[in-house]
């Protein structure tokens, strides 16, 4: 039995368990198996792992998610979980497409409500086990637990799809961005730069190749 993430038709990621029979023929050999998929939701898996759990998140009014120095902390203690207890965890770094030029058109003012608007959106299509918080001018990086990289690619092509279809009314007129999203899954050689650089590297090979578009490294 295994317990491994599931995308529903919402859009939502939830848990289930998954059980696997053996299926034999008449001399007794393995020639298969059959799976059984449960929903559940108070699994101890999912927990916040302990030592992210306890830092001191602050808020970015900007932004509406943690802010830069509560991102750090937060991926530095949950990567002492990692190492510690064996917690698994992914990043995805989140990137606005084009952005220099976006801010050039359309001015700060609407760059801030756009920015408040991805954050938002990301934080609540995440579990309450997951983190968001702000990285760099433009960025957002997401800490998400028990997420391996199959499941990471499905996150990003959900959050890719909910933020590409999200705006903001401006002067009567609805605008929107679209966004580079980079993952990485935590491995047991890493530290915070390198399972970052490899989160980036992914986000920025997205962009090369026009945006609106996601990446694993």
């Known amino acids: 039995m295994r317990l491994q993430l599931s995308i529903a038709a919402d859009g ?6 998954v059980r696997a029979v053996p299926v034999r023929n008449a001399e007794g050999a393995i020639i298969g198996a ?11 898996e999912l927990q916040m792992h302990p030592n992210a759990q306890a830092v001191q998140k602050h808020a970015d009014e900007r932004t509406g998610v943690s802010d830069e120095a509560s991102t750090r902390d937060y991926l530095a203690a949950a990567l002492r979980d990692y190492q510690e207890d064996g917690i698994p965890f992914g990043v995805l770094m989140i990137a606005i497409d084009e952005f220099d030029r976006f801010r050039r058109a359309h001015g700060g003012e609407v760059v801030a409500k756009l920015l408040h608007m991805i954050g938002v959106t990301v934080a609540k299509n995440l579990r309450d086990a997951d983190f968001v918080g702000d990285w760099g001018e433009s960025c957002f990086l997401a800490i998400v637990v028990n997420c391996p990289p199959a499941n990471l ?3 990003i092509f959900m ?5 590409s279809v999200a ?6 007129e609805r605008v929107a961005v679209t966004v580079s999203i980079g993952g990485a899954a935590v491995h ?3 530290t915070v730069h390198s399972l970052v650089a490899r989160a980036e ?3 920025r090979r997205c962009m090369d190749h ?3 578009s996601g990446d694993i490294l």
């Open 153 to 155: 690619a499905q996150l």
């Open 167 to 172: 705006e903001i009314p401006w002067w009567g």
């Open 188 to 190: 047991p050689a890493d």
């Open 34 to 44: 059959a799976e059984s998929f449960d929903e559940r939701h108070d699994i101890p």
């Open 201 to 203: 590297l992914a986000m």
């Open 159 to 163: 959050l890719k799809r909910v933020v």
């Open 210 to 212: 026009g945006g609106n």
């Open 12 to 17: 939502q990621r939830i848990p289930v368990r």
